[in-house]
Every structure is written in structure tokens, then in C-alpha cells.
Antibody
Framework: QVQLQESGPGLVKPSQTLSLTCTVSGGSISSGGHYWSWIRQHPGKGLEWLGHISYSGSTHYNPSLKGRVTILVDTSKNQFTLKLSSVTAADTAVYYC???????????????WGQGTLVTVSS | QSVLTQPPSVSEAPRQRVTISCSGSSSNIGNNAVNWYQQLPGKAPKLLIYYDDLLPSGVSDRFSGSKSGTSASLAISGLQSEDEADFYCAAWDDSLNGWVFGGGTKLTVL
């Protein structure tokens, strides 16, 4: 079955760009017409959707992040990447990638999720 | 402040039934399906209920979902200690053109 694994630096300096990659195994990122999402969870807090991308590169982003988010896809490597610019301590969180299953506008959900990776923003 | 509203915590005794509410608006729950996720301590969230009331393969039928108008509910019957977790509702929001989550509900089995 499809599995997702996040990778990237666990420590990022303030004002720099956070970059994480999600590697998809057990299936092709290009199949099914689904989306691929990034979601984060601040320590002890709830879930926040950051954005998603389709295999063809179509994206939607959370407007609350004010243009700091970019998500890219590399179908040859079966990966998608999150870039979050101008980070501050408020971006310290566990970052999850997830398959954003999409069958039609009503039938859509996240499954599966990666295990998550903690990113700390600190000098 | 989350777009979808859930109670921060619920608690109930073993073998009893508990419900968790999720309140939204016409742009999210009122017009789109609701999904529920269970997050066990220290783990990633896992799909629990999808398309308002459907159970993924392998999920116990002690869990059930329902929706009416702009609100949804998750019910858990026959509570067990291993059900202790955080539960999140989520729905697509047509106004934001993105996913929104509830703030999460922590379930304690007394």
C-alpha cells in the first residue's frame, strides 16, 4: 500500500527557507488524479493545512500563510516538496505529508499520512 | 481559532458511549463531506471516518459518523482505554478554497 515519508532538516534558522521532501512509495504519485498535501501541527496544538499539489503541478495554498508557501512535485522521483520562506519561531511544528485522495468535490480525504517530522526554527 | 468548532475535551467511562461534535458553516460542512481523524499519543493522525459516515477498512464499527446541516458528529460506543486519543474533524472550504480542521477533541476514558 502507499506509504509516505518526510525528510529534511530538523533545525532551520529564522528568516531562512524551510524545505521538506515527502517520498511516496508503494504507488505512483501520478496515478489516480489525487492531490498531495502538507499539514503541520504546532506543539500541543491542532492541525493546520498548508497546501497541496497535483501530479500535474496544480496547487492550492492556505491563504493564512500569505504567500510564503510553495509546493513542488517531481514525478520522476515520486516526491513532492514543501518550501516555507521567511520562517520564524512560530513555524516550529511537526510537519506531515499526506495523500489528499480526490474522487470528486464531495469524496475527498487524507489517507495515508506520513509519520511527521519536527522542524524547529531557532538561531 | 479554528474554522470548525469542536469541544476541547470529552470524557466517559469504559463501555459507555461518547459523542464529539464539529460545527462549521455553509461553505464547509454545509456543502462538503466531513472526515474524522484519530491521533493516538505521539503518532500521526489516521483516517477514522470519511464522506461523513463511512468507515475505512480495519476501523472498528464502534466508531460512527453523522452529519446534519452545518454540523457533524463522531460517536464512539463501547469505550476502551485504547480509544484515548485526539480526534479532528476536517472539511473542504469552498470560500477559502482549502481544507479546514476543527481544533481537536481530547478523549479521556475514565
Amino acid at each position: 500500500q502507499v506509504q509516505l515519508q518526510e525528510s529534511g532538516p530538523g533545525l532551520v534558522k529564522p528568516s531562512q527557507t524551510l524545505s521538506l521532501t515527502c517520498t511516496v512509495s508503494g504507488g505512483s504519485i501520478s496515478s489516480g488524479g489525487h492531490y498531495w498535501s502538507w499539514i503541520r501541527q504546532h506543539p500541543g496544538k491542532g492541525l493546520e493545512w498548508l497546501g497541496h499539489i497535483s501530479y500535474s503541478g496544480s496547487t492550492h495554498y492556505n491563504p493564512s500563510l500569505k504567500g510564503r508557501v510553495t509546493i513542488l512535485v517531481d514525478t520522476s522521483k515520486n516526491q513532492f516538496t514543501l518550501k516555507l520562506s521567511s520562517v520564524t519561531a512560530a513555524d516550529t511544528a511537526v510537519y506531515y505529508c499526506a495523500r489528499d485522495l480526490y474522487y470528486d468535490p464531495l469524496r475527498r480525504w487524507f489517507d495515508p499520512w506520513g509519520q511527521g517530522t519536527l522542524v524547529t526554527v531557532s538561531s | 481559532q479554528s474554522v470548525l468548532t469542536q469541544p476541547p475535551s470529552v470524557s466517559e467511562a469504559p463501555r459507555q458511549r461518547v459523542t464529539i461534535s464539529c460545527s462549521g458553516s455553509s461553505s464547509n460542512i454545509g456543502n462538503n463531506a466531513v472526515n474524522w481523524y484519530q491521533q493516538l499519543p505521539g503518532k500521526a493522525p489516521k483516517l477514522l471516518i470519511y464522506y461523513d459516515d463511512l468507515l475505512p477498512s480495519g476501523v472498528s464499527d464502534r466508531f460512527s459518523g453523522s452529519k446534519s446541516g452545518t454540523s457533524a458528529s463522531l460517536a464512539i460506543s463501547g469505550l476502551q482505554s485504547e480509544d484515548e486519543a485526539d480526534f479532528y474533524c476536517a472539511a473542504w472550504d469552498d470560500s477559502l478554497n482549502g481544507w479546514v480542521f476543527g481544533g481537536g477533541t481530547k478523549l479521556t476514558v475514565l
